[in-house]
């Protein structure tokens, strides 16, 4: 059974930092990629970051510069940095393991790429 536990949320004021983390648990093949999501109240779950194979790396524009997704494969475990944090950045942030075979190019940032969530972790950013 695949477990995604998130860490590392919580309440800062802009222009703070936070790391996220993700261990990873029961992946019984290596996924092509992995991601990270947020999802705000009101608004569509969207693709913030994305860790493929090589180093490649891909990050929505909202965040790019101020946001690095990271992993340490000894670890199982995806990490978020995130700088310079916004308060449109407050959002349930979840990492997600990709679909074997799919395309990091091409759904990478996008939900129906995933097929297993973790549960989320809330950051507040304050003004």
């Known amino acids: 059974q695949v477990q995604l536990v998130e860490s590392g949320g919580g309440s800062v004021q802009v222009g703070e930092s936070l790391r996220l983390s993700c261990a990873a648990s029961?992946?019984?093949?290596?996924?092509?990629?992995m991601g990270w999501f947020r999802q705000a109240p009101g608004k569509a779950r969207e693709g913030v970051a994305a860790i493929g194979s090589f180093g490649r790396n891909k990050y929505a524009d909202s965040v790019k510069g101020r946001f690095t997704i990271s992993q340490d494969n000894s670890k199982n475990t995806i990490y978020l940095q995130m700088q310079s944090l916004k308060p449109e950045d407050t959002a349930v942030y979840y990492c997600?393991?990709?679909?074997?075979?799919?395309?990091?190019?091409?759904?990478?940032?996008?939900?129906?790429?995933?097929?297993?969530w973790g549960q989320g972790t809330q950051v507040t950013v304050s003004s």
């Open positions: 029961g992946l019984t093949y290596r996924r092509s990629y």
């Open positions: 997600a393991a990709g679909r074997s075979g799919w395309s990091f190019e091409g759904w990478s940032l996008f939900t129906n790429g995933y097929s297993d």
